[in-house]
């Protein structure tokens, strides 16, 4: 009678443990405030994880305050932080190809953007995560344009001898090729740069444009609307081990609150363009819009320009670019 009571507490006990090594905390770093749409995608990830109840908790360290914006791959993929949202060219010193991912003209607009993401191309980006234990589990890209202090900017030709910001070493080729000239600085600048005349015309992303008021400074905005240059992929990432050695339930919970998370990063970027657009009519300035033409134009000197750099800097860039390329 003692001996079955005892074998009775012992499993009540091993049942106990069991249940406590499979709940986890897992920590979630990303350089952006809480009203930031990468903020909202890593949050509804954490709050339908929380809702499925499977002994899972996601803390999000947002603005930097867990890891600086470009040291954040690093660790996630020795496992010292189980996930992250960031654009994945930050990364691009570890993994050269990653710098695919913030290239002019290889995305036209967000529909193109999600063929991409499931394209093989995006397999083979993925598979080199692989190599460094990281895995996706959200998409994302978020769009830009143009800006001209007194002029459009809709085609190369428009740039040519103008003091010019872009969003990336990438852009920064294709834009000198064209005749620009370059000044480098991080979007937060743009403004006082507008303003004392040391730019002309910038290059970044529709919230920045909106975020740091650009529409006070400018004549002319470009948006990514139906053809667009600038497209950044961003997504939100996860260690491989840590999500190995989670239950099948703790995966299967992360996998659909991902997807309901990707679904509204798709819909809510798009409506971010259309809100730029808005906000820099309300403030009187004039709206442009790139035309196929155009966009094809400026590829054309990225080809000469920053993609001949990657495929020259990248052991399988020319496979690799074609494979982008290859997505209509």
């Keep these: 009678m003692t001996s079955i009571f005892k074998t009775a507490v012992a499993a009540t006990a091993l049942m106990a443990l069991s249940s406590t090594a499979w709940a986890a905390e897992l920590r979630l770093s990303h350089q952006w405030s809480n009203s930031d749409i990468r903020h909202n995608v890593a949050q509804i990830v954490a709050d339908e994880v929380a809702a499925a109840d499977v002994d899972l908790d996601i803390r999000i360290f947002g603005s930097e305050s867990l890891f600086k914006a470009r040291e954040q791959y690093q660790p996630l993929s020795r496992g010292q932080l189980d996930m992250a949202v960031l654009p994945l060219s930050y990364a691009g010193g570890q993994q050269p190809a990653y710098n695919l991912t913030l290239m002019p003209g290889l995305v036209k607009n967000h529909d193109h953007a999600t063929r991409l993401s499931n394209s093989p191309f995006m397999e083979a980006i993925e598979a080199k995560m692989a190599e460094d234990d990281v895995m996706v589990l959200v998409h994302g890209y978020l769009a830009g344009g143009f800006v001209g202090k007194d002029t459009c900017i809709t085609k190369p030709e428009d740039v040519s001898g103008l003091q010019t910001r872009a969003a990336g070493k990438a852009f920064e080729q294709m834009l000198a090729g064209a005749g620009a000239s370059i000044a480098s600085m991080s979007s937060s600048e743009i403004y006082n740069a507008m303003q004392t005349g040391v730019l002309s015309a910038a290059n970044t992303s529709s919230s920045s444009f909106v975020s740091y008021r650009i529409y006070e400074q400018v004549a002319c905005y470009t948006p990514p609307g139906e053809y667009a240059l600038w497209f950044m992929y961003q997504p939100l990432l996860m260690n491989k081990s840590t999500f190995d050695g989670l239950t099948p339930e703790q995966q299967q919970a992360l996998m659909d609150a991902s997807a309901k998370a ?20 309300d403030a009187g300035v004039e709206i442009a819009q790139m035309s196929q033409a155009d966009f094809d134009a400026w590829r054309a000197v990225a080809a000469e320009t920053s993609y001949k750099d990657f495929v020259a800097s990248v052991s399988d860039g020319q496979e690799l670019l074609d494979m982008a390329l290859a997505v209509e």
């Design 262 to 281: 990707e679904a509204y990063y798709v819909e809510e970027a798009k409506k971010e363009d259309a809100d730029s657009v808005q906000a820099f009519k």
